[in-house]
Each structure stands twice: as C-alpha cells, then as structure tokens.
C-alpha cells in the first residue's frame, strides 16, 4: 500500500505545484488550438495548452460557443484526406499507410484534447469544457458531432478499469461531503446533520468512484441503508428518531439514491458497476446480506398516466400500485425500451422488478411524479447476467409474479 | 492528501481481491474477441475480457502469433463501410452519421483493447501483450500495423497528465527497488550494496515516473549525482569509496542514467518530461543548482567510426575527443537526424552538446562502444525550448563553442 | 513516509478490531483493580483490564465517587513501607533495594493506571475518567492527591516528543471538524458555514496537536487570521463578506483562538509548545510574515473592575483603554502572578502585552467580560525566551512603551 | 485512516525539520542537567536537552560513564527530603503535601530523562542512551538502580497499548528491511536473496512492533512459516528449493524465529503480547489455521549436559530427544524457574512443551548448543491463560504426554 500512498500524495502536491499561471500566448484561440495540434515538442505543447485552457475558462458563453464551432469545422476530419488515405492503405497495406489513414480518419481535434490533457489538473477543467458543450450545444448537429469526440476520448480515460471505488463517511474530508451534499439528486440532503443521519449510523453506507486525476471529483455515488426486509417507505427509511440496527443483523441491503455528479461526464456510464461492485464487497463483509434491492422513484409515472386517454382511477393504493406496475412492464418508448428512465437503468443491468408500493414517497416531489409510488427493483447477483441478456437481446423485463400479477390485473382494469 | 492515499490503497485491494479465476470461456480466442467487442452489458464483458487476458497469457509464442494475426486482419477496419459512412456523414453530417464513421473508421480491435482494460489490474497485463506483439510481429506489416492501434491506446492512457513523479530512495519497497536493479540499462547495478550506494547518500536521487493503474511497476527512471562542477568520468562519479557531498553544497545535478522500464511502453515518450520535471523540483529544492547536464554514453561511436573508409586516428584523448564531437555533429541518419540514439533523444528535447571527455567510461561495454569517450549533455532551462523548435524545425545541432571547435579540428583533420 | 502511513492505519484497525466486549468479570471493581496490579501475565491483565474499564464506563456518579476513593485510600502508598524500603537502601544501595524503594514510594494506583492504558484505545477512555474525576473529586483532598497520580502518567505519556502538528482545513475528516465546532471556546463556531469560513479561505489557518494513541481526538487547537497589520476587532476580523487576502502578501498571523479540547488533560500544557511551532511553521512556508501577535479577551476586566473600591469612569475609549492596560500589567493574584488568565498564559510563554483595544469584541460576551477591550499579546520569536526567564524569575510583565505609558495614565486617573 | 495517515507524516516531516543543530551550551554536562530539571520553561527547557543530548553522544566511554555516575549520584534522591515529606503527608494528607511527597521519592533524573524525551526524535536517542548504560553499568549497583529508573519509563512509554504491529513483507522499505537482517538473532539472514525468501511466499510472515515515536526502528519481530503439519527441522523449512504452500491450505502456523531489535530496550517485555496478536490476526485471516506452534533452539542444552557429573550418552535420537524433554522440564534455576531462557520465555506466555526432535538444526550453531535438538512449544489459545497462570503461581511446566513420557524416561535411564 506504501507506495500508492505516495502516489497518489504527489498528484495531490503536483494541483498545487502547476505554478504561476503561463504568460497567455495572445493569439486567437483557433490559431493556439492549430498551434497545439502541430506542436511538435511537449515542452512548448504544455505552455500552448496551458494557455488554451486558462483562456478558455474566461471565455462567456458566445465566445465559448465560438471556440466550440472552430472545433467542430476547422478541426474535423478532412473527407479527401481519409478518402485518399485510406485508398493508399488498401492499394499497400502497410505500417505508413495505415498510420497514415489513421490520422487522417481522427479528426485533430481528438489530439487537440488529448495534448490540452497533459497540463496538471487539466482532466477535471476538460470535463467541465465538455458540460459547456453539451449546455451550449444542444440542437446544433456539428457540435453534437464534436461532443462525440469528447465522449470517446473520455470513454477511454475513465475506463472501469482506471476507477477506484470509494466509502464515503463521516471521516471522509468535508470537501468531499460537501459535493455529496450539492450532488445529491434523488432525495435532498438539506443540512450537514442530515448528511451525517446518511453516513454516520452503522447500518448506513455511501459508496463513490473517483478517478485518480480528479481526486477531489466524486463521479457518482450511491447511497445504501441496511435493514430488515425489504422497505416500502423512503420517509420511514430516512426518519429522523429511528434506532440504528446492527450492522451484522442486516439481510437486506437497499441502494435508496443513486447520483451522478459530472455534467461533462454524461453518457459515460458507471452506475452498473458501482451497484454490482458495492453489492459485492458488501456481501464479502457481512454475511448476514441475501438481498440487494433498490428502494426508487417512478419519475415518468404521472406524466405518463395524465397522458392516457381514459386512465383508470387510482383513489386506492391497490389500484395506484396496479397502474404502477403496469406502466413499469408495458409502457413503452418508440425503441420498445421500458418508458421510464431508472426502470430502464436498472432493468439494463439485469434486475428485476420486485415491488411496487403506494404512500411510499409522500414529499411534494414524490407525490407529483409518481402520487408517492415507488419501486424496489432486485439485484440477484445470480441472475443479473442473465436477466441483462435478455433484457439486451429480447427486451424482455424481468418482475416478480406479484408485481406481473397486479399489472395484469391493471390491464385488465383499462380493458 | 488524505483521500488520494485512500484511493491508491483501494487500487491495491483490488489487485488482492479481483477474486477467482473466471471460469474459462472454452470457445476459441479469436471468437472470444468477436462476442466482446459486440456484448451489449459490462457484466458478461468483464467475464469475457478476464478470459480473454487469462487464456492468452497461457498460450506459447505460435498461439499468441495466430491471434496477433486474427486481431491484425479480422477485427481490422472495413474499407467499405468506411467509405460508405463516410459518403453519408459528408451528404448529411449530422451527429448519427458522425458516430457511423467514427465507428467505421476505428478497427474493432482497438474497442476490444478498451475493453479487456475493464478487468483490475489490466493495463500492465496489455503493456506484456504489447511487449509480445513487438518482439513477435517484426517485420509483419499487417502486426506493425496492429501496434500502431495499441500505441495509440497507450498514448492515450499513459498521458502525460495521468503520470506520478516519485522519488526512489532507500525507503522505498523492495519490489520496487528490486526492478530498478533490474530495468538498469545504462550501468548495471550489481548488488543491494551498489543500489544503496545510487540512492541513499545525500547527493545521490533517483526519479521515476508511475501509472495509477499500474502502481507496482516503474515505467522509466533518471539517475542523479549532484556533484560540484560537471564530471567527466561515470567511474568516477560511482566510485565505491567517494565522500558524499552535502546536497546544499551542490552545483550541479548530473543526470547519469535513463532507463526505460517497460517493452511494451515502446515509443510512448516520458524521458522527456521526466528529466525536465527532475530538474524543475530540484533547482526548487536546492537552491545552489544551477546546471542539469548529462553524463551520457556515446553508444553509436565506434560502430560509425569502423565503417568510415579513412578513419583518422584516435590514438590521442585529443584524437578521440575530436571524433567523438565530430560524429555527434556531424554524423547523420538518412533523414538528416544524429546518427546517435541517445544524441537524438537529448538535442530533440533541447539539450545541447557540451563537453565530450575521453577516459569516461573503462568499463567493457564503455571501452567497446566508444573507445572510452562520454558526452555532457546541457539541459540549460532558459533555452531548451529554443533549442528544441531549432532542432525540431532546421535539424539544427546545438553545441558549446568547445565542442564546435573540436568537431572543426576533426573535420580538419579527415580532410 | 511509507511506514508511517501505514503504522498509523493500523492504529485505526485496531480501534475496529478490539472485538467483542469482554465477558465481565464480576468481582467488585477494588477487587478487580488489586487483581490486576498484581496480575503477573499480560494475558489475564488485559482481559481484567478490558473489564475494569467497561464497568467503570457504565456506573453513575455515585459509583464513580466510590471507585475513586478505593484508588485514593486502598491504593495509596504505605508510609511504612516507604520508611522500611527507605531506611533499607541506604543500609545498602544496591539495584535490590532501590527497587523496593521505587516499588514502595509509588502508589500501586500508578501501576493500575498503566495497566489499564494496555488495552487497545484506552489512552482516551483514562483521559474521560479523569475528566469524571476532576469533576467529581472538587474539594476533595485525597481525591485530588489521587488526580496528581493521574497528572503524573499523563505528563509522560503526552510528552511533547509523542505530540503531533496537524493543519486542520477543510479537508480535514467531518468527525474530526464537529469536534473542533464543539470544543471552540472563545468565539463559538455556529454552523459549518462558520467553520467553513475558519478554515478554507487561503488566509485563514488552524493547527491542532494530535497523540497517536488518540488519532480521532484534537488535543488543543489555534485558529489564525493572516493580515497586514495588527487587527483590533474580532468582529472585523472574523466578518462574514471579508474579501480574503492573498496568503503571501500577509505581513502579519493573528492567533485569535485557543482551545483545550480534553477536559481530562487539564494542567498538562501543550499552548505554548503549539504557538510557537504553528509561528516557526508558518514564517517557513510564507516568508512575508514578521509579526506574530494574538486578538485576546481580557476574561477577567469587568469581575475586577466592579470589584475595585473607586473606579475611574471608563464612559471613553481612551479610559476603557487604560483602564485595561492597568489592569493586564499591575492586577495579580497573591502570589504576584497577572489577574488575568489568559494575560498569565501568554506572558508566561513570553510574549508582551502589545496593545489594548476598545469596541474590539461588540459580542454579548465581549461586551460582558471586557465593556468590548480585547488585547494584543506580541510573540517576538527572538525575544520569547528572555521574556519568558524573566517573567518566571522577576515577574516582571514585557509590554509595549505605548501600553505602559496607557497603565501609567490610568494609575494617575486613579490617583 | 486518512488522518492518521497525515499524524504520521508529520512525524516523519518532523525528522528532518527538527532544525540545525542547537548551539551548544558550553556548560558542564552535569550542570546542563541540573539547568534542565529545574527549568522553568518549555523554551529553554527544549534548548538545554538538545544540548545535552547531541553532546553526550559524542563522548567516549569513559566520558559516558561519567554523565551516568552523575545522574546515579547527583541526581538521586534526597532519602532526608522523602523522609520529611512523607512524614508532612501522613500529618496532613493533602494536595500540596501528597505532591511534595511525589516530587522527593521520584529522583530528578527521572524528570530529567522525560524533558530530554521533548526534543523530536529523541525517544530513539534515549533507547541508545540506555543501550550505553547497560552496557557500561555492568557490575555497578549505583548504575544498575539509575538504569531502574529508565526501565520504568520506558516501560510507561513503551505501553502495549502504544505499540503498532505491523507485516514486514517484500513491499517494506528497504530501510526496515535491512534492520531485519541486520537484527535477525535465532536463524541468520545472510542476503536479500535470504530475506525473500523469508518474506515474500505466501506461506511465510512476518510481524514487528513499532512505536510512532520510532517509526524507522522495529522493536521485535516474528518470523512464520505457514504448514501442513508441525515441522521438526529447520533446515528443512527453510530449504531454499522448496515449494511454497497455498496459504489457505495451511493448518498450523510456527513461529520460527522471534528477536529483539533494541539493546537499550532490554527487560521491557514484547514477544508475549506479539506472538499472541500475530496468532490472533492470523487465525482470523486464515480460517485454516488450527495450530500455533514455535520450532524453537535448545540454547542452554549442551551447556547443561556437559556439567552434569554422570550424563547418560546421548548416541542415538532417542536418547537425545529423551534427553533435551529432561532438560527442559526438569532443569531449573535457583528460584526454580526452567534454566532455559527460551523455555522460560515461552512457558511464562502459557505454551507448552509439545514435541522435541533430534537432527532439527544442524547449522554450526544448533548443533554447538543442543547437538542439533529443537523443540516445539504449543500456543493453544484456549488454554494460554490457564498455562500461564499455573507456571506464574505454582511453577508448573506445562507438556504434552508424549515429551512427559520422554522425560520420565531420561529420568529413569538417568537412575
């Protein structure tokens, strides 16, 4: 472990340590960026990226933008290039040929990004570039373009394997905490001793990746109460006066919020194995632990039913439930993907529905989206593979025969 | 520093707790390959990728050829779908016709490397692959080409903004130390004793650069001396019975080995950086540095010297010293560059030839390629920059006036 | 550092690992504690020793009283003893005899308390139950002659050599930063935004002492205000829209806060070790600093002033002023030491009384103890040692010409 | 972990910040002595014991000898001054009268010794101090008392509960790990070649204490061999060709190897409680392990047999094995304790004689000091205590049958 310390010591020095601020290069920024991409030395490449970068966040939005379009036309891909490139490899298969349709088929912009990475710290101010993008972007097809340049270089950079997967406590530094604080999306966290009701109790938990070049960035987190069967109620899993169980009397464990906290990191997908790898080493350390279940909001579940031409009534909770579970298994998008966006998160990663409860969310939130519905959705890590393939290949969503039951008594309700 | 050492402490958990051997996929490799770059979940990917890694690390050098070759021609682009997707994103260039070519553009492989680096501890068991591909596929151009793909990757991954600078002393690990001893390629260290005598009196420093997800292994290495006055003897400056200088007492820092730790990190450049980044900490440390010079082998010199036709003699320190300055100014590769490696890699980073000393090196190696002679190397930080753009640019040599005249004389002399 | 991290991350294991509670041993607590002064293995010592304190833990007060008086009487020396092992040693000084000697004058509750402290995490239970002691033990002579015992081991083990220098900020552990809002006990910290604004801007710093048998528990903490010059308002100093300055171009560190943390280790002095390591820290890494100084109360003005037979009016700044002058240098106690508390501590650290301010502290508090004077006491790191000698030998109070020519006014209004 | 993790780095920052060297007091060391103890303040306190102690450790012996018979005669206690305030205390038990008392029984030297310990890493220096002493005061029954009176301060110091444990294993700095060889006393290391083979296979542990005080000096350490089966050769254990067992498939655990690292900490006992928390640790970690056992050196063995008047051959491994159970278990000292010293040590934890081989340790050295029998003593943690207790109390050997049986047949054959 010595070592790693260390390492990881000296990132944390190096934040401090980038020094003054480079002497900014004044010329325009798509001039700087043509500069970088040629640059043959990294010597001279970190002071033009340092530069790039410092500029670019004094940029405003308009001026972003235009940084953003000079992106997405002068740095694309040339198509003649790639076309004769490529016409050359075929004719001569080799090492310079194929290296030559390589950089032809990248658009330097890829580079462009890639050389603006090796200034110290640069990993987290390009995230944020890129939540720019995507808020400035929106609806312009060449920037939508670009955006997948970032994806891709991102893709690989927090690759599962590079991610390190983190408790988060009450020991935890409280610049940390904060950023759990303000990313929370699911049910607010509204005041430090709320936030300590979520880490401090022993059958409490918060799980985090981080990425080594942004340590001090949470990627997503996801809070876990542990408990006694399985819960039906969020304002009784997070009461204020309830008594803390025993960690090692638990056998269930609830993943209640799960957040992402990086705009610029949409798309890149954690959330499926966080869950799996904090169920994991949570079942290694007590082994009391036989269910994973998730305790989650419905969000769609109201627009959609306002949406119905004759909806049943939902004046009990049997008939709400009833509506629940049926827009869970059948209400659909074009794609034949399920309608609601955390039913397809998790269904996409092989759990399944297990239950649907009425009066389990009764905050102004829970009651507009959903009239206080929730879902537990189960994680049976002997089935998750399964139930994903199916899922992938034949769109088929898994659920108890309970929650099939009371959709199909739902359909035959509308009927 | 307190949640960076936490991190680093999970990575290496995880290298203990990546658990049982996944039970091997039975199907063959090159098939194995096709169902990771297309599963649609992580789940069944990572059992996939572990496979993959496992079964190929078992194979001998002829299996691993063959799927060298399936990954070089099967999982290669397609020319036709590049052009096709290509023609589409030029007719109507929109973000899904983008994303066609991105996806038309890049071989598969390069996805399936992405992939298998999902799996802990991953990265260093590609770099070993990679080793393989470089040792297997000489002279294959369709494997050269292969390896443009993972060096790609590599770049990518090992960026310069994700590298850790530690320092190497006498209180790091042993599995550490161990591979310095090891991967010393310039003058081998011969015991623990010899390995205590380069890092553990004050005037001595060694410097490597770390990966995060490669946290156990070294990825390149400086050696430092930091002596008064710039030295022309590396027996000299490693004499076993020499008093330590006080490191406040110091002048210079003599960089007087580089030693790249990794085959398969081949062509992926840190030495630049390492030495510029060595020599920027300790002129902040040592208030009394001013000169960073090298202490360099002349490896090439002998080799061109009994090829010329009318060699000159060198039966003179002065002799030799004039060929030496004479072949490192003036002996060229067919497109323009110093013939000499290591030259090469110094005057690119904008290092200057300084001073050339005969009698440096009477070791067998020394005496065999160089009759003897070594050559100081200038990192002179005011100016590395503009060296590098002249080298970079006009293939301009930059050299002392010493050096200069004594090539004169050489030059002279031959004609 | 390697080590070091990792000693310490055991020290936290164990804190989790002391397992379960210790099947109780039921004898009678005097029973217990003879049992185990005269345990002669580690093994059974340790299960007693586990046992005493987690019965000692659960008892009320009462219970308390009558533990502490066992320890007092049935557990003091025997003067006859001491007479006979005395008399016996200087029959015949040998290795023998002074054992008996040393075995004698040592009162076996010395050996309990050290007995005790082998148990995992015990150090800071002895420091509770010393705590429970003081509280309890008021007035009460062999009680407190019981605390000397306590005071004595506790001297040793806290040891400035043992005693460890933390930067507190905000990325610091929570459960670390909730102690340091509950234990301020100079101007109270109200919310984690207050603290926030104590500790993240880049002129503001705290330190704490830390015991590595304790890692969780701050012993003492200093908060410090970086200025250009010498402020004389807490108000201002501490006010919420402040524009932070940039840490360098502060000429001035203003301890503005100290804070005992352990009630348990009351009269074991650690302030004046840490005032002046956090000065000679902080004049290392900012070389702007020249001053030193604190923004104290005066705790004690108002109580005397009101108890002084003919007051002078303090209805001016300029009066309250002197007023305050006269009293910091001329009020002592009987034994000729300052009145003042706080004046005591930081004269008898050596530094000076600098300068007395009115409508400095506005606060309820403030305006209680001190009608609003606050005080700056100067520590002149080249003067701290002869003020110190000559404070402890003469008592004689250093101050300014300007505060001793305020006290002089005030002694001729007076007159 | 993460704040003690920064506690410890400080410390280590503390070494090498503790500054230049103090200008030296000029004083006599006796009278720096005197100074010290009766200084008033910490500031001239820290100064005066930097003094006294870089001086003494440049005296030679016989200047050493003399700072000891200083603090053994001048700074002893005044039997007249425990006398009067004794006498005080028993007419009026009080506060101030239980604290004179303190003060004249403990002599100065004992103060003395705490406030050098104020100076940054001088607990290390102190340890090296009594090292000297023990060393020099052989003999002397004035300077083996003062040598009590720093037994019982390190004894204070070194409390259990102060202790780290932490493996030393192949990623240890290098540092500790050449104390390792360096302190190895039972089985020499004789290369790191040696030690790996000690340290790195995964059926082979070991464990040191450390105190955060000293963080670069192990105290103790143990050495462990993972095995099927209770071993009877040494030679055999550490067969340099051996291959290394699955850790999970061991059944028992020996301890082979125990050794003190620190002259100067003689007779401050650790082995009992390390070999019961490294068996604790182990059997949690390994839930295969069912027996923990010692392969232990018979040193007095041969020293015994060779003064017996009429010893019986001992030609064959019978007669040896019935021999050395003889000796063991009925060979006693005075105060009729077993006169071998590493039976002592082991029968005193609350082991017992479990087996006894011959031709178990045929190195020069075993076969010198008990003609090459070893023997195996048994930590059965069920019955430790009880072992204990009846070796404390009634001077019980603990054996299994078998060696009894051996040793009745020794006896008779002896008859």
Redo the contacts between chains.
């Keep these: 472990?010595?070592?790693?310390?260390?390492?990881?010591?000296?990132?944390?020095d190096r934040r401090y340590r980038s020094g003054p601020a480079a002497r900014d290069d004044s010329r325009p920024l798509p001039d700087l960026a043509s500069a970088l991409v040629s640059a043959?030395?990294?010597?001279?490449g970190l002071?033009l990226a340092r530069s790039y970068l410092d500029r670019f966040e004094q940029l405003d939005d308009g001026e972003k933008l235009a940084v953003f379009h000079d992106l997405a036309e002068a740095k694309n891909?040339d198509?003649t290039q790639?076309?004769n490139t490529?016409a050359a490899?075929?004719a001569d298969?080799?090492?310079a040929t194929?290296?030559a349709?390589?950089a032809a088929?990248?658009p330097p912009r890829q580079e462009l990004i890639?050389r603006l990475?090796?200034?110290?710290?640069?990993?987290a101010r390009l995230v944020r570039m890129r939540a720019d993008l995507l808020r400035l972007g929106r609806g312009d097809?060449?920037l939508?373009?670009l955006?997948?340049?970032f994806r891709?270089?991102f893709?690989?950079?927090f690759?599962?394997?590079?991610l390190?997967?983190?408790p988060i406590n009450?020991?935890?530094?409280?610049?940390?905490?904060e950023k759990i604080i303000a990313y929370e999306a699911v049910h607010a966290i509204d005041s430090?001793d709320d936030l300590?009701r979520r880490l401090q109790p022993e059958d409490r938990r918060c799980f985090a990746f981080?990425h080594?070049?942004m340590?001090?960035e949470p990627l997503i987190f996801v809070e876990v109460a542990l408990t006694q069967g399985i819960p039906g109620s969020i304002q009784m899993l997070l009461a204020e006066e309830r008594a803390p169980l025993a960690a090692e009397d638990a056998d269930t464990a609830v993943f209640y919020s799960i957040s992402n906290c990086q705009a610029g990191l949409a798309s890149i997908?954690f959330g499926?194995?966080l869950i799996?790898q904090v169920a994991a080493d949570l079942s290694t350390e007590l082994a009391g632990l036989k269910t994973f279940v998730t305790l989650s909001p419905i969000p769609g579940l109201m627009r959609w039913y306002t949406a119905q031409e004759a909806p049943p009534p939902i004046d009990t909770s049997e008939a709400l439930r009833a509506t629940a579970a049926h827009y869970l298994l059948k209400a659909k998008t074009e794609g034949a993907a399920p309608l609601d966006p955390v039913a397809r998160f998790h269904l996409?990663?092989?759990a399944l529905v297990h239950a649907v409860h009425a009066g389990a969310d009764t905050s102004e939130k829970g009651m507009a989206q959903s009239a206080g519905a929730m879902v537990n959705y189960l994680y049976d890590l002997g089935k998750?593979?399964q139930n994903?393939?199916k899922f992938?290949?034949e769109k088929t969503v898994a659920a108890s025969p309970e929650v099939r039951a009371l959709a199909a008594g739902a359909a035959r309700a509308q009927a």
């Design positions: 472990m010595t070592l790693l310390a260390d390492l990881l010591s000296t990132v944390f043959s030395g990294e010597t001279s002071a891909i198509p790639v076309r490529l490899y075929e298969p080799s090492k194929y290296r349709f390589m088929a990248e890639r990475n090796q200034v110290p710290g640069a990993t097809p060449a939508q373009a955006d997948l340049d891709h270089l893709a690989s950079w690759n599962r394997g590079f390190v997967l983190r009450w020991e935890s530094p409280a610049h940390i905490l430090w300590r981080f080594p070049a340590p001090d997908s499926n194995s799996k996409g990663n092989g998750v593979a994903h393939e992938a290949t």
